[in-house]
């Protein structure tokens, strides 16, 4: 990886290894069981064991975005967040939380009521024309995702020429849109199996380290997604030792965050790999 900073409310905080950003899904219907958290208690007895397990970061979701998904209107997602995020906050007060949503208006209660950090947007402004401008004015990190279309009908624009070459040309427009209005702590996703295949998706992992081209650290969420079932024919809830694997190639590859439902087996993939990293 390459060292990076975030303004984090103000304060510059350094990161020089890579970065574990634990999930947490407020949702009864997210696409890893093991994952959902229906409650308060589920809720405050996640964050409390990815604190303790080694997360730098939490991402908490409201919107479950895996195909076929119930819609979620924008009064149940900001309730489910604000829960989650208050709840987060009062537990992990010094660990910079982030909000999984695409809504601008969901955006700007995270940052300026509930306590959220970060805005993590899985499609990348393109669902919202509002989210670029309320970024900038909240002056809040901003993760960029790829996704084509909605979360419903996403695999209908799974068509590239080339998905590695598609996919840097089209984060870099968004990037060059977020520069016009002063954004500059952007982090990149690429958006592992949204509007991607299976084929696709390996592609982008074969090729991650051209991401540096846009230079912003890159984000891999590829944690017990189809990518890895598929292929080996098994379910989410089996897929944790495919998941390490992956996301050792991920690091390998330059990958800045990893954003994972099992903190402590990835921060254990850091740690060997940075081990392994610093003799070469």
């Given at each position: 990886m390459t060292p990076f900073t975030l303004n984090i409310r103000g304060k510059l905080v350094s990161y020089d290894r890579p970065v574990v950003m634990g999930i947490v899904n407020v949702t009864p219907d997210s696409f890893f069981e093991g994952s959902r958290c229906p409650d308060d208690a589920a809720i405050a007895a996640s964050v409390a064991k990815m604190i303790a397990d080694g997360a730098d970061m939490i991402d908490i979701g409201g919107y479950s975005s895996r195909p076929g998904a119930a819609d979620v209107t924008p009064e149940q997602e900001a309730e489910r967040l604000s829960r989650g995020v208050k709840i987060a906050r009062a537990i992990a007060p010094d660990t910079p939380i982030s909000v999984d949503t695409f809504r601008a208006s969901i955006?700007?209660?995270?940052?300026?009521?509930?306590g959220a950090d970060i805005i993590n947007d899985i499609s990348?402004?393109?669902?919202?024309?509002?989210?670029?401008?309320?970024?900038?004015?909240?002056?809040?990190?901003?993760?960029?995702?790829?996704?084509?279309?909605?979360?419903?009908d996403m695999q209908e624009y799974a068509k590239y020429d080339d998905v590695t070459a598609d996919v840097l040309s089209e984060l870099g427009d968004r990037l060059q849109q977020l520069a016009l209005r002063g954004v500059s702590d952007i982090i990149i996703d690429p958006g592992f199996g949204f509007s991607k295949t299976t084929d696709h998706n390996y592609r982008l992992m074969a090729q991650l380290a051209t991401f540096r081209l846009l230079h912003r650290?890159?984000?891999?969420?590829i944690s017990r997604k189809s990518m890895l079932t598929k292929p080996l024919g098994i379910t989410p809830d089996a897929a944790l030792n495919a998941t390490t694997a992956a996301n050792v190639i991920a690091l390998d590859r330059g990958a800045d965050i990893l954003r994972v439902h099992d903190v402590k087996e990835a921060r254990q993939a850091v740690e060997i790999y940075s081990l392994t990293a610093a003799q070469s």
């Open positions: 955006a700007r209660q995270a940052i300026t009521e509930w990348g402004g393109n669902l919202d024309p509002d989210m670029y401008d309320t970024v900038a004015d909240l002056n809040a990190p901003y993760i960029l995702m790829h996704m084509r279309g909605k979360p419903a650290p890159i984000l891999v969420g």
